[in-house]
């Protein structure tokens, strides 16, 4: 008997996908917000975060993994577009040229260093909401939704920042982009938290899943265990 698909599992591995490849286009825009220094991608890269939480906590970490590579794919795939998109030449009476090269000719290294943010910040998010949901025998989803949340977004940072735009920003103000980043993207977390218990409680019971990851491998690369 073939596995079906949960709805409500590829309902949010799609939101998931979406939400990462419009974050990479939204981090090309540098932003200030009250005389705070950001990014565009603040808007809405949390929410992958969010899903990222939900899926780790109804469906367990092999299906986190899944999705996750599932989301570098699709931001590689779109990323890669983009990129032969800018290298075809422009028809001489269109004018967004400079504009389009802009969003969609990022540079290499910005390229490498949001995919391998993603990467480290996802993967570290689900493993720490893993084990916290293990350990604390399935109590205290808030505490794990924002410690997990910290420890991912921290890593995304402190990968992202000082690759992207080390050399390019000065290092003093780097650092404080860095900090405001992680501190309002876990406050995102901890702002729509009573969203998310809401919406994890729903897909529980509408899926009937509530997975323990007891004696599962937390290699990266294992995507066929699912």
């Not at 599992?9 to 996908?17: H, V």
């Amino acid at each position: 008997m073939k596995e079906k698909v949960s709805v409500p599992f590829m309902l949010l591995g799609i939101l998931f996908n979406v939400c990462l490849i419009a974050a990479n286009l939204l981090e090309t825009k540098v932003i200030q917000v009250c005389g705070l220094t950001l990014t565009a991608g603040l808007l809405v890269f949390p929410i992958s975060y969010i899903i990222n939480d939900c899926i780790a906590e109804v469906w367990g970490f092999k299906k986190a993994r899944l999705i996750i590579w599932s989301g570098f794919l699709m931001n590689f795939f779109v990323v890669s577009l983009g990129l032969i998109a800018v290298a075809l030449p422009a028809a001489p009476f269109w004018e967004g040229a400079e504009h389009f090269n802009f969003v969609f000719g990022m540079a290499p290294r910005i390229v490498c260093a949001s995919l391998l943010a993603f990467l480290v910040g996802s993967f570290l998010n689900a493993y720490v909401m893993s084990k916290m949901k293990v350990a604390s025998r399935g109590a205290n989803f808030s505490a794990r939704a924002v410690w997990s949340t910290i420890v991912g977004e921290t890593a995304d940072s402190l990968i992202f920042f000082p690759i992207a735009f080390g050399g390019v920003i000065p290092w003093q103000e780097l650092l404080v982009i860095m900090g405001l980043q992680v501190v309002l993207k876990s406050m995102y977390e901890v702002l729509v938290l009573p969203i998310t218990i809401r919406v994890v409680k729903l897909v529980k019971k509408v899926d009937g899943s509530d997975v323990y990851d007891a004696n599962i491998s937390y290699n990266v690369l294992k995507v066929n265990d699912i």
